[in-house]
């Protein structure tokens, strides 16, 4: 097992914020294989050496991975200064320690993974890991052929140049355009920011897919624990070819 730092063991072992668990490792209440550890930054192997803080000893809490279909309206984050509903809030009876793999925006919905398996966080929004993610994406207006390809090669943000992508129209008329979007890295908000620069507005973005699992038939503000073959096909970093239905990079 990879090597965690302190401070972020004894969080997702249940003893506080990681802000508290270094105040707690400072005042010397922490123990490690029997020596007091006041440095903050070490790094340990829960799995493998005694931890201990105060009269407890540490255990570490088993892996879990939730896929949650997010909402409009609720927030990517643990916690939020504005008081808004995060994506734990829609948690109900889940009592390990989780946090969100990857970003949607406010206004976006779809595939939101939750996890305390910091390994698998890595690979699922490190972009080095190239996985893929697919948007359901309703814009305003008939979409040119020329800014198709145009997106499709990648445009100027002010981070960058956005990533080649995958572009699949699903439906267009006079009025709406339909796509799916594949994205294997992502800039803030990529999606919206990129057919804002030729002059669409997205009306609704949805995440459908991650690496090789779908989010299917599951219900908005429901979830679901993810089984071993699930997290296999999460790390896909091809997403299955398919012929668009009819019916992005990290969205942020």
């Known amino acids: 097992m990879p090597l965690e730092r302190l401070h972020k063991v004894l969080a997702h072992a249940g003893f506080g914020s990681r802000r508290a668990c270094e105040q707690l490792i400072a005042a010397g209440t922490v123990q490690v294989d029997g020596k007091v550890v006041t440095q903050m930054g070490v790094k340990v192997d829960p799995e493998r050496q005694k931890i201990r803080c105060g009269d407890r000893y540490v255990k570490t809490p088993p892996k879990v991975v939730y896929l949650l279909n ?4 609720v927030i990517s984050t643990t916690r939020d200064e ?11 009876g889940v009592r390990e320690r989780v946090y969100p793999a990857g970003r949607l925006d406010v206004e976006s919905q779809g595939m939101i993974i939750m996890t305390n398996d910091g390994d698998l966080a890595a690979k699922l929004t490190h972009p080095r890991y190239r996985i893929p993610k697919t948007y359901h994406v309703i814009l305003r207006g008939q979409l040119s052929p020329d800014v ?12 960058g140049r956005t990533r080649p992508s995958r572009l699949n129209i699903v439906k267009r008329t006079r009025e709406v355009t339909v796509l799916e979007v594949t994205l294997h890295e992502g800039m803030n908000r990529e999606v919206r920011r990129v057919f804002a620069r030729f002059g669409y507005k997205v009306r609704r973005l949805k995440r459908v897919r991650i690496g090789g699992l779908s989010l299917g ?24 070819s398919r012929e668009p239905a009819a019916a992005g990079r990290e969205e942020e």
Request: glycine share 8%; net charge positive; hydrophobic share 35%.
């Open 70 to 73: 997010k909402p409009r309206g």
């Open 82 to 92: 504005r008081g808004r509903r995060t994506v734990l809030h829609l948690l109900r």
């Open 148 to 159: 198709i390809e145009k997106a499709r090669r990648g445009v100027w943000l002010s981070e």
């Open 217 to 240: 038939n599951l219900p908005e503000g429901h979830f679901r624990e993810l089984n071993p073959e699930d997290v296999r096909r999460l790390l896909l970093s091809e997403a299955p």
